[in-house]
């Protein structure tokens, strides 16, 4: 069994920032994948931003403002968010991707952590 403990979510006034961390723990033998994705009750839920071994990929709407980080050592995964607008309000959930000790493919998602932006 994997763990993700999310964090660091809040309130905070538009063009305000936060930090959103998701540490892994539990039966892990790699992670390739780590991402943050996002869903508010209009909308399906988004990839917001993925970090890889060698690559990061954004989504459009937080390019330039979001930066997606991450410590393998600790096995956990970071959203700095800056310059926050109304529309970033959501629950933001993080999603890891890799294997097992016994090689089985992993896909988990954690609770999610709401972030509220007030404009």
């Known amino acids: 069994q994997v763990q993700l403990v999310e964090s660091g979510g809040g309130l905070v006034q538009a063009g305000g920032s936060l930090r959103l961390s998701c540490a892994a723990s539990g039966s892990i033998r790699s992670i390739s994948a780590m991402g943050w994705h996002r869903q508010t009750p209009e909308k399906q839920r988004e990839m917001v931003a993925e970090?890889?071994?060698?690559?990061?990929t954004y989504a459009d709407s937080v390019k330039g403002r979001f930066t997606i980080s991450r410590d393998n050592a600790k096995n956990t995964v970071y959203l700095q968010m800056n310059s926050l607008k109304s529309e970033d309000t959501a629950n933001y959930y993080c999603?890891?991707?890799?294997?097992?000790?016994?090689?089985?493919?992993?896909?988990?998602w954690g609770k999610g952590t709401l972030v509220t932006v007030s404009s």
């Open positions: 970090i890889t071994s060698g690559s990061t």
């Open positions: 999603n890891i991707k890799g294997y097992s000790p016994s090689l089985r493919f992993m896909d988990y």
